[in-house]
């Protein structure tokens, strides 16, 4: 069955920096593309980035342009999120998800499969 199993979260001070991985089993990951979400307390889930299933072409929020990136493996099946320059409003439950297809999607719905998230508190 398929499974995702985020890595990486924890605590750090503002303008530092945080790496997630999310590996994933049970499907054929090259064929999916592959997003983080967060979702803050009392807010909605919000697409990070995304990345489709070679890596070429990629999605991020306009909060996140320039402090974050999204890459993949496909051989070892995993995706990261390198966090840099972290700020308290990043804080939040961060969520690996994977979309078959080989296109970006933004929406949450569009997702087939998601890992149990991972937390991330940037403290000021």
């Known amino acids: 069955q398929a499974q995702l199993v985020e890595s990486g979260g924890g605590s750090v001070q503002a303008g530092g920096s945080l790496r997630l991985s999310c590996t994933a089993s049970?499907?054929?990951?090259?064929?999916?593309?592959m997003g983080w979400f967060r979702q803050a307390p009392e807010k909605e889930y919000e697409i990070v980035a995304a990345?489709?299933?070679?890596?070429?072409?990629?999605h991020y929020h306009d909060s996140v342009k320039g402090r974050f990136t999204i890459s993949r493996d496909n051989a070892k099946n995993t995706v990261y999120l390198q966090m840099n320059s972290l700020k308290p409003e990043d804080t939040a439950d961060y969520y690996c998800?994977?979309?078959?297809?080989?296109?970006?999607?933004?929406?949450?719905?569009?997702?087939?499969?998601w890992g149990p998230g991972t937390q991330v508190t940037v403290s000021s």
């Open positions: 998800a994977a979309q078959m297809g080989l296109d970006v999607t933004t929406t949450p719905n569009g997702y087939n499969y």
């Open positions: 049970g499907f054929t990951f090259s064929g999916y593309t």
């Open positions: 990345v489709n299933w070679n890596g070429e072409n990629t």
